[in-house]
């Protein structure tokens, strides 16, 4: 790998834990640790990830120039030659020659301290901190004299991955999530020469993804997981004619959020023993009153009234923000920004293309890697516009040897379509297979892009069931997403084609709702992911082979995971999938892998 410094490693260490590699050219490599040590939503330090990303890219940490990392807090002091990025850009920095290097304290005001305990959201989950690797880090190679570290503001990192990563020459840039660094949104203008001006912070108390996670969690979800079956779920409450209960909960007044409820957090696992999950999570408090509301309403109510508040404040918040910058175009990031429902009314209602409103696929707290290690390419000088995402398959890729090692299992039978495979896999989706792919590298971001997804046949929606029933689990009012060739999406949806990464809904035409129901949710729409020749070759085959054979240029793609599970990441993780029965056969590589009957 040929590589055109400097190179920043970026990384997040909450929830969604992840690493990323980047360049003035972009992102090289970023994977989240969940997908590596197979404990879903991931929080804590991804030290897997660090060392998996300097392998794929063949580097130590003495090659890495720029240390990055989501926060604004220092953790590791004692490297003195650090800089802090606050939302209105450089806010100081501190460089000592005579401390770097030096063994010191690794801790920061609110953190773990020598000889004392972490804070009680830690208990059981220590080993996880990032004060326990200072020395690991150092071993690679990490706070060499030349190393700048940067701390860069939570939502300053979102703003980067959607702004530096968009390729365009301006825009307004916009924030939405739960919280981080005491905020909850922001709105900048992105210019032409890189810097990004803050026009306005929304204080943490405001927050509307922390309402939209009290709904979840009052739903009997988990947050920061279930928000996407919130979303699902209000599709099945749109006969609703009541009075919502969230009216004016949350509201934009001059771009800043404001919020009628100030919203506290407590430890998930204690206040839901029953569903304890592997990581030390928050959860939002207000979401007991919310389940209290289900005495006089349906779950499907609730949903929906929370769905419609959620698209008012983020129609208004992206209005206003235009007007605010006097920008044209958009660019997004934040866990919030992932709502596709809300995504395809704000693009449909302020007549944009979707060309001019970027949605940062890794929209996520994972994705605060790339925006911090691209935000410290920028203060450096060595990032001077925005650049494009080039693709979002981006992760760890396995060759022949090691997807033999992990199908050499006895009661697994396998064989090699070579340049047939596309057409042999074509022919049995056709038979109404279900079918996990293996190929190339992993995509980054929660969305399966078709190189870790489970594929099938859209044209009976019995398939969402049985797709349920072997691998998700999952509530029947979840929608399935559809790939769509590109020169065929004209059929399914009016209007644009530019949907690369399932971040948009679209209502679905009424050929679509009659040839491929499967992938038509409750209200109408579809969550498409148009693929071309050029965006990923070997699905393009696919669909084409699957056309061919039954005149649709459409399959359901859903993500390959068993319900509770990480997205597949490794071989061996797809073939435990096949064994348990989870899915019906695997694509992996030249490969059609079934299991032997017993």
């Not at 409450?237 to 001059?254: I, K, N, Q």
């Not at 071309?532 to 390959?560: C, D, K, M, Q, Y």
Request: glycine letters at 10%; hydrophobic letters at 40%; proline letters at 6%.
């Amino acid at each position: 790998m040929t590589i055109r410094g400097p190179i920043a490693l970026g990384l997040h260490w909450a929830h969604d834990a992840a690493v990323s590699v980047c360049t003035p050219d972009g992102i090289l490599f970023s994977v989240a640790e969940e997908r590596l040590v197979r404990t879903k939503h991931y929080y804590g330090f991804p030290m897997t990830a660090i060392r998996t990303a300097l392998t794929a890219c063949g580097l130590t940490g003495a090659d890495v120039d720029l240390f990055a990392f989501s926060a604004r807090k220092p953790f590791f002091p004692h490297h003195r030659h650090y800089r802090v990025v606050s939302m209105a850009g450089l806010e100081s920095e501190v460089f000592d020659p005579e401390a770097v290097g030096k063994p010191g304290p690794v801790v920061s005001e609110g953190m773990a301290r020598p000889g004392k305990p972490l804070d009680r959201q830690w208990e059981g989950f220590a080993s996880r901190h990032w004060a326990q690797y200072t020395q690991e880090l150092e071993a690679l190679g990490f706070f060499h004299p030349r190393m700048r570290c940067y701390y860069v503001e939570h939502h300053r990192a979102h703003a980067a991955s959607a702004f530096r990563l968009s390729g365009m020459d301006e825009a307004c840039v916009l924030t939405l999530d739960g919280k981080g660094d005491n905020l909850c949104a922001t709105i900048s203008h992105g210019h032409s020469d890189g810097r990004m001006d803050v026009v306005r912070v929304s204080p943490k108390e405001a927050s509307l993804g922390a309402f939209y996670q009290a709904v979840t969690e009052a739903l009997g979800f988990v947050p920061v997981d279930g928000e996407f079956k919130t979303m699902g779920l209000a599709a099945a409450g749109e006969g609703f004619g009541g009075v919502s209960p969230f009216a004016g909960t949350v509201r934009v007044v001059d771009g800043v959020l404001q919020s009628t409820t100030e919203w506290t957090y407590r430890n998930f696992n204690e206040a839901h023993p029953e569903k304890a999950v592997n990581n030390p999570l928050s959860s939002v408090t207000q979401a007991e009153e919310y389940e209290a509301l289900l005495e006089t309403m349906s779950p499907q109510q609730m949903a929906y009234c929370a769905q419609s508040l959620c698209e008012d404040v983020m129609l208004e918040f992206a209005r206003q923000g235009l007007a605010l910058t006097g920008a044209r175009r958009l660019a997004c990031a934040g866990g919030v920004m992932l709502n596709v429902k809300a995504n395809g009314r704000i693009l449909q209602t302020l007549g944009l293309m979707p060309d001019d409103y970027f949605v940062f696929p890794d929209a996520a707290d994972s994705g605060l890697a790339a925006g911090a290690a691209m935000e410290a390419l920028f203060q450096e000088g060595a990032l001077s516009h925005a650049v494009a995402l080039a693709t979002p398959y981006l992760g760890p890729e396995y060759g022949e040897e090691e997807m033999c090692e992990a199908l050499d299992r006895p009661g697994l039978q396998r064989t090699n379509g070579g340049a047939n495979s596309a057409d042999v896999l074509a022919g049995h989706l056709a038979d109404g297979l279900v079918v996990g792919t293996f190929q190339g590298r992993l995509e980054m971001g929660p969305r399966a892009l078709g190189n870790r997804s489970v594929l099938a046949d859209p044209r009976d929606v019995a398939v969402k069931q049985r797709i349920n029933g072997l691998l998700k689990g999952r509530e029947w009012f979840v929608p399935f997403a559809p790939i769509v060739l590109e020169e065929d999406a004209h059929l399914y949806w009016d209007g644009s084609l530019s949907y690369p990464y399932m971040t948009f809904a679209v209502a679905a035409t009424p050929y679509a709702r009659e040839c491929v129901p499967a992938v038509v949710h409750l209200d109408g729409t579809l969550r498409p992911q148009v693929v071309t020749r050029a965006s990923n070759p070997w699905l393009h085959e696919v669909l084409l082979a699957f056309r061919a054979r039954t005149g649709v240029g459409v399959l359901i793609n859903t993500s390959f995971n068993r319900h509770g599970h990480p997205i597949v990441c490794a071989p061996k993780d797809a073939v435990m999938h096949l064994e348990n029965g989870w899915v019906d056969a695997l694509a992996m590589g030249p490969w059609f892998v079934t299991r032997q009957p017993v």
